[in-house]
């Protein structure tokens, strides 16, 4: 089934909801990066919230950059989110296995670590913007729920998570956001607080049938759909994006590159390889 996000609104309590099942971008990473795990887990996490930041873009070719390295075993977690619903990323290393002692689940904050940055980059106008927050725990969630409470001053309920089958394929990739509007009342935020406190895990939920629409009415039932967006894990890349980037290079850095008879590139986003020819570079430099 295809991966998609809704936005919705309770009008009444001031509150916009963004939920999306994820399941089929988070098991196309993994497949391109062979993630193990815990690796997969915070890839898939950060993705599903990535898409829910990019359905509030509405122009084409808006898109948000997110970075997060906290310093542990992982590395940074890249991924890009479009306004189009295109999602891609990558993880430094992605043979991470690592589970709590005490339980069975993945241990995607001891992966991520926390002593780091959450960065997050939007290119929604001409000059980029970049806002970032120390990383809280690692696992993605809380972290996202402090960047939006001390970067855009919203409070926000941010749940996010993945299932992983023991044969390492996903089973369930989901997110929600449940953030206050301006001009909120007092009795919004408990009514808030009092749903997050209800909330099961998102991916538990999907897991066991439910559909991201019945997720939303379940905690929200005054809740109005205005928009379903269908989301894909999808990389842009092209040769001529690559053969751009070798001729940015300086002289003596193009040079080294060129003492090889063949260049080749493998895009961090699809594994897909470029081949460029000492012949295909000498024609374009320098032009
Ligand atoms: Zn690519």
Redesign the pocket.
Known sequence: MESYGINAIIESRNIRILAADTKEITETARKFHDLYPTANAALGRVMAIAALMAMNLKDEGEKIQISINGNGPLGTVFVEAKSSGDI?GFVGDPSVYLKYNDSSKLAVGLAVGTDGYLKVTRFSNEIPFTSQVEIQTGEIGDDFAYYFALSEQVPSIVACGVLVDIDYSTKSSGALIAQLLPGHKEEDIVYLEEVQKRLRPVSTLLDEGMKIEEIIFEYFPEAKILEKRKLQYR???NRDRFLKGLLTLNDKDLDEVLKDDDIIIK?E??N?TYHFSKEDIQRYRNV
């Open positions: 891609k990389c842009d890349c895009c986003f699809c897909k």
